[in-house]
């Protein structure tokens, strides 16, 4: 069975204590669930951009497959609703080959 990765992409951090809270209460629910963080970073705009305007905040974790990743969302929901109207970003799951 094929890894599964989640993308995070952050294009606006309106309020950071709400992200920061959201990160340590996350940070839990996502390794009980297997959850591996391959590339978490905010300092995206002092890397030469390939294309287009950089997000403010990017996060890709490896989780064993599809279903983990559904689990691991589904399971973060609470934090999910708290960090609601803090920023504006697209969260995707990805299958690796």
Do not use: W
């Not at 294009?11 to 992200?19: A, G, Q, R, T, V």
């Not at 390939?50 to 996060?59: F, K, M, S, Y």
């Amino acid at each position: 069975m094929a890894k599964a990765y989640v993308v995070a992409v952050y294009s606006k951090i309106i309020d950071p204590e709400k992200l920061k809270n959201y990160i340590q209460d996350s940070r839990c629910v996502m390794g009980a669930h297997g959850a591996k963080a391959l590339a978490i970073g905010s300092n995206i705009s002092n890397i030469s951009k390939l294309e287009g305007i950089p997000p403010e905040r990017a996060v890709i974790m490896e989780f064993e497959d599809v279903e983990a990743a559904q689990k691991a969302f589904q399971s973060n929901q609470v934090n999910e609703e708290k960090l609601e109207g803090g920023v504006d970003r697209v969260m995707f799951v990805v299958e690796g080959v």
